[in-house]
Structure formats: C-alpha cells, structure tokens
C-alpha cells in the first residue's frame, strides 16, 4: 500500500521560509515521478513543482524562482524549499507520486499523479 506523508507546514510571517518533506513507502521511489501541489481555501488545487526520477523538475509560474523541489532516494523522500513567502502562498501543500509516469521531463498535470498524501498547511501572515 502506497502511502505518503507530508510534514513541515506551520505559520510563518511574509518573506520567510520553509521546508516540506514526504515520506513515501510501499512504492518504489527511485521510479516514480513526485510533485506538489496546493489548494487555497475558494480556490482550485495548483500543480506547484513536479520532478521526474532523473531529477529535471518543473515549476509553476506562480512559485519559480522561490520553490526548489528535491528527492532522496535513498530516504524516500521528496523536498519542497518553500522561500520568500508571500500571503497567497497559504494553502494546503499536497504531495504527490505518480506510479505510472516514466518520462524524462516531470509532469505538468495533476492528471499523472495517482496518489496523494493527506496535506500540510502553510499560512502566511504578519
């Protein structure tokens, strides 16, 4: 059974920073393309950073030049480096895995992503 679990969310004031992490088991990770996305409350789920199992990574407009997204395989474990945050950056921060997707550059739709974990929560306030 897949699962992933996300950790490092909280609240923090604009301009600050932090790290997200997702634990994966049951899958094997070396293999699979990983993502995050976020859902802003009214708002539809935004595909954020995808990285493919060869490392190339894609970002959405909204979050590049900010976001940095990394994998461990060793660990299990996929990264997202959340800086200079901004007030509608707060979301709940998903992590994702795709079991089937084996192309060089990551995925840009949520639609290649099969599994979810249950979401972190950021929120950015002063």
């Known amino acids: 059974q897949v699962q992933l679990v996300e950790s490092g969310g909280g609240s923090v004031q604009p301009g600050g920073s932090l790290r997200l992490s997702c634990g994966v088991s049951?899958?094997?990770?070396?293999?699979?393309?990983m993502g995050w996305c976020r859902q802003a409350p009214g708002k539809r789920r935004e595909l954020i950073a995808s990285?493919?199992?060869?490392?190339?990574?894609n970002y959405a407009d909204s979050v590049k030049g900010r976001f940095t997204i990394s994998r461990d395989n060793e660990g299990n474990t996929v990264y997202l480096q959340i800086n200079s945050l901004k007030p509608e950056d707060t979301a709940v921060y998903y992590c994702?895995?795709?079991?089937?997707?084996?192309?060089?550059?990551?995925?840009?739709?949520?639609?290649?992503?099969?599994?979810w974990g249950q979401g972190t929560q950021v929120t950015v306030s002063s």
């Open positions: 994702l895995l795709s079991s089937h997707y084996r192309g060089y550059n990551p995925p840009k739709s949520l639609n290649e992503y099969d599994y």
């Open positions: 049951g899958s094997r990770f070396s293999f699979n393309a």
């Open positions: 990285i493919a199992t060869g490392g190339s990574t």
